[in-house]
DNA sequence: GCTGGCACCCCCCTATCGTGCTATGGTGGA
DNA sequence: TCCACCATAGCACGATAGGGGGGTGCCAGC
């Protein structure tokens, strides 16, 4: 039974773990409790057909896994589009007018079901600039999944992901190219709305060494203009909307 | 006693709430259960020192929120900041690592003791490309937020953000100075790095149009150049970081 | 009937950006 | 020692954006 003290106890045991390996143990033992068969817990970085960056645990079948990267689905998957648009956690047979209609999703959920996934809930995780993701639990075809276990996910995804995050990356729990210091200085500036020599007299360099900068942040991210450039950053959390807020 | 039933409960009734009052009696109710004396449910909307977009509920005394807003605190407050940096919920009293320190930090805490406000937790609120916003329960100086209001806190928090969010924008729960469509389109494409003339040929324009509808988004956000509308209109919700992925 | 907002189109001009290429000095690891 | 990476700086060119004009037609609200 998912209880508030079940809860606690993996809030504190989260905390603890030390490989991704822990935190699928923990997971495991959540969905047990919360009756469900599969569990995944995943960054979405598809975003730049990203290579490494970020977790991903999951008790899915390899099949199933390996169908859903074929198709590069990290960022088309309705599940994840839904999770775009939401932050409360939802079961997915109510996601439809969160993410919208796509004529492939029908295929995904069908596939889903062919590998026994059937219904299940999503909890969307974000921060402002950094990676997304979510935690989801899903349950065998026929069986639904019920509001107890969606205030159960709601109590423990956070912490959750939390943990996964600082696995990504222990040091500042960001993912993404990370850009050097000074890339990152000009980039800011930059997204504010200075121009070059603006940001060349702010952070007292020539103008072609910012322009320098820039380029070689551009050329990391793979990122055709400055727009661009700053999006990618931003999405990928190099540098977040309080840094490019303006004040 | 703050118990799922009490959550599930309140999820339920959020989902009903005709207006801000509503709300706020809920999240009274929620406070009394967790024994604190004061909630707050808020966008952070003082990024482009904001008019009237977003949300705010709560109980705090009007002293309080007027020596908040006359200093414009939206984004500067460490609550707020640490919520930035955060998805999990966490105590004030450990919110130090996340939100870095600032010489203003002190002063803000000392003045919210001083109106009667002590410890007490935030639920952060983010949607990517949206409106962020957080809630928060608080209790008088001398008591200590527990851990069993934290776990409350994370079922209802999502929910009651969601109800503010619908309060704020019955249309499509978005907050900003809403672009056009055409501007939308243009700014879309723009931002994923097409030059004038190419969204001229794809949306069927004349490249000047296209400048034009892209001026007047500029105009409606103030911004100087494209890089800068970009990243308000993603802050603000005109755009989504999907709708800008490079596919 | 007027005003305002929107979409649409055209012109010109200049500041800025994006990019190609080169080069130096420092640092840290293999 | 050498290689890779970073920060710094410069030069030159063409592409682009941004800002300033000028218009038209449509529709809603007053």
Redesign the interface.
């Known amino acids: 039974m ?3 003290d079940a ?2 106890a993996f ?1 504190l045991d989260v905390t603890k773990v030390k490989d991704a390996a822990g935190l699928a143990d923990l997971l495991r033992e959540a969905c047990a409790l919360m009756g469900c068969a599969w569990f995944a817990l995943s960054h979405h970085v598809d ?2 057909a990203a290579p490494d960056r970020g977790v991903r645990v999951h008790n899915y079948p390899e099949d199933w896994a390996r169908w859903f990267d074929e198709r590069g689905l990290g ?1 088309t998957d309705p599940v994840h ?1 839904a999770s ?6 939802f079961f997915w047979r109510n996601m439809k007018p969160l993410s919208g209609e796509r004529p492939e999703d029908e295929l995904v959920l069908s596939e889903a079901q062919r590998h026994g996934i059937g219904d299940g809930l999503t909890i ?5 600039g950094e990676a ?1 993701g979510s935690v989801s639990f899903a349950w065998t075809p026929g069986i639904a999944a019920n ?2 276990a969606l ?2 996910a ?2 423990i995804g ?2 959750a ?2 943990a996964a995050r600082l696995l990504a990356n222990p040091g500042l729990a960001r993912v993404g190219p990370r850009l050097t210091d000074r890339q990152r200085e000009c980039l800011i500036l ?4 200075n121009p070059i020599w603006r940001i060349g007299r702010i952070l007292d360099l020539s103008p072609d060494t910012v322009r320098e900068h820039l380029r070689n942040a551009r050329l990391r991210y793979d ?6 450039l ?2 990618r950053a ?2 990928d959390g190099d540098i ?3 840094e ?3 004040r």
């Not at 969307?124 to 402002?128: F, K, M």
């Not at 930059?190 to 709305?193: I, L, N, S």
Request: glycine share 10%.
């Open positions: 998912p209880t508030m809860a606690h809030a975003f730049l960022l589009r775009h648009r939401s932050l409360e956690g969307p995780a974000h921060i402002p997304h509001d107890r205030l159960f709601r109590m956070g912490p992901f939390e930059a997204a504010k709305g990122a055709k203009g400055g727009t661009v700053a999006v931003l999405y977040s909307f309080e490019v807020a303006k």
